[in-house]
Nanobody, 117 residues
């Protein structure tokens, strides 16, 4: 089975930075797109950033200019570099992989990001 393991979350001060990692393992023959989502307390899960196999990126307006999504194909890993973090970025962050002709979605276990002074 496909497994996505996330790491890199934690507690940071406003204005600080974190880098989230998501390592994929299993039978992933073709990745159509990868992405990061987040869910804050009392809110719906929202898209943060996506990256297609062709290199196209898309970001939520709230994180544009601060977050960067990237990948390392050799390591089968997707990253989310988060700079100038704000308290409103506090959420559980989930990575996602869309794979194959079936367009199957796979999710990481979630990692907590807390931005607080």
């Amino acid at each position: 089975q496909v497994q996505l393991v996330e790491s890199g979350g934690g507690l940071v001060q406003p204005g600080g930075s974190l880098r989230l990692s998501c390592a994929a393992s299993g039978s992933i023959f073709r990745i159509n797109a990868m992405g990061w989502y987040r869910q804050a307390p009392g809110k719906e899960r929202e898209l943060v950033a996506t990256l297609t196999s062709g290199g196209t990126t898309n970001y939520a307006d709230s994180v544009k200019g601060r977050f960067t999504i990237s990948r390392d194909n050799a390591k089968n890993t997707v990253y989310l570099q988060m700079n100038n973090l704000k308290p409103e970025d506090t959420a559980v962050y989930y990575c996602n992989v869309n794979s194959g002709w079936r367009r199957s979605n796979y999710w990481g276990q979630g990692t907590q990001v807390t931005v607080s002074s």
